[in-house]
């Protein structure tokens, strides 16, 4: 039986992608006030953006330990094999919420085939290794092999991110207020990287879009490998004209028109803003791991 991909909504995906291999999206949960919806089946990225440019404040809820013990369970019944790709544990604590009802159910059932895994990704950057993960086990992918390309995956995958508007940060408290008046003032804007243990930190802040966008694809210059060759994946909180730029810019530097665009998620977009862009590429590629 092929092995079923799962991942969270933190997970940036086109939906023709997802259904193509039936990739099932679990939920992370997103707080307005008293309400709690359901990332992707009860609110959309478009109504979050929208309704955060006219002042409302969300907040994310991890995916519950029970909702996870429940899915897995059902699957697990059913004697479908299955891998969780979780988004990365340096960002939230869903993974160790999945790794918890791995555990139980590894004790009632012994014999299933399922496997938990922390992706120490997020966004397109999740998107590239559950895309990756499905191609292979519709492709016949033993779970040892799948997990051997996950890794591969895991290891290789980049991310370079840059906000427009640093209220949003602030609004989230991750930046003082001072710091957040002054960026938007002097239009400065940081550039942020995921790390390898899956942690969001600052490498840089540059003043002015165009001057932005070039020290992304300088980025992917310095830190990719065979970027020609590669898919570049690119998530966006309404924000078409910076896509524009930067495609245009790799497009010139890299001699490529591969490239996936996607609405950016509501589970990052209510901690970034709108405006948010964020570029996914592989530091290494092997032939062998490639897909369309």
Not at 26 to 46: F, L, Q
Not at 88 to 98: F, H, K, M, N, V
Request: charged content about 25%; aromatic content about 10%.
């Amino acid at each position: 039986m092929t092995i079923k991909i799962i991942t969270d909504s933190a997970c940036d995906i086109l939906e023709s992608d997802q259904q193509k291999f039936d990739i099932e999206i679990m939920p992370v949960y997103v707080v307005e006030n008293e309400t709690t919806y359901r990332d992707g089946i009860d609110i959309s990225p478009a109504v979050v953006c929208d309704n955060m440019r006219k002042g409302v404040r969300y907040k994310t809820s991890q995916i519950p330990y029970g909702d996870f013990y429940k899915r897995f369970e059902e699957l697990i019944s059913a004697n479908q094999p299955f891998v969780y790709l979780a988004f990365s544990s340096g960002l939230s604590g869903t993974y160790q919420a999945a790794a918890l009802a791995e555990r139980d159910l590894r004790e009632k059932y012994p014999e299933a085939v399922f496997k938990v895994v922390d992706t120490r990704a997020v966004c397109y950057g999740l998107g590239h290794i559950a895309y990756g993960a499905a191609q292979a086990a519709a492709a016949g992918a033993s779970m040892d092999e799948l997990i051997k390309r996950i890794n591969y995956y895991i290891d290789h995958v980049k991310h370079v991110f840059t906000v427009t508007d640093l209220q949003y940060l602030y609004r989230g408290g991750r930046l003082n207020k001072g710091t957040a008046i002054i960026g938007n003032m002097l239009n400065i804007n940081p550039l942020l990287e995921v790390s390898q243990s899956g942690e969001l930190q600052q490498i840089d802040k540059v003043r002015g879009e165009k001057k932005l966008i070039k020290k992304m694809v300088d980025y992917l210059e310095v830190n990719g490998n065979q970027i020609n060759q590669q898919t570049i994946g690119i998530s966006h909180a309404d924000n078409l004209e910076l896509v524009e730029l930067f495609v245009k810019m790799a497009e010139k530097r890299f001699g490529t028109d591969r490239f996936k665009i996607v609405p950016l998620g509501s589970t990052v977009l209510t901690h970034s803003g709108p405006g948010t862009l964020a570029v996914f590429f592989f530091d290494e590629w092997k032939e062998a791991f490639q897909f369309e």
